[in-house]
């Protein structure tokens, strides 16, 4: 087998797993949580409300490969949060 024929077969492949979803295309680099400065609204899943422009932690989820969002915030500093904004209008109506 030439050189060509099996870097077309290797692109075959690759299609394969694209297409079929298999999670062995996500990069590894993906499948860990990595911290990220947000720039535009995201829904972290630990959380109540959106986050915009602060630092979340993502990766590609294993199953549906979509992107996840977390904050990893304690209880203690939601809370401190809550009471800091407690006397401020929602931003949202």
Request: charged share 25%; hydrophobic share 40%; proline share 8%.
């Amino acid at each position: 087998m030439r050189f060509y024929q099996v870097t077309d077969c290797i692109r075959r492949l690759a299609r394969i797993a694209y297409e079929s979803g298999s999670i062995a295309n996500i990069p590894a680099s993906h499948r860990v949580w990595t911290p990220l400065f947000i720039w535009w609204p995201v829904w972290p899943s630990d959380e109540q409300h959106f986050f915009w422009l602060e630092l979340v932690w993502r990766r590609r989820h294993p199953m549906t490969q979509q992107w996840e969002y977390r904050s990893f915030r304690t209880a203690a500093e939601k809370q401190r949060e809550a009471d800091d904004s407690a006397g401020w209008p929602p931003l949202i109506h």
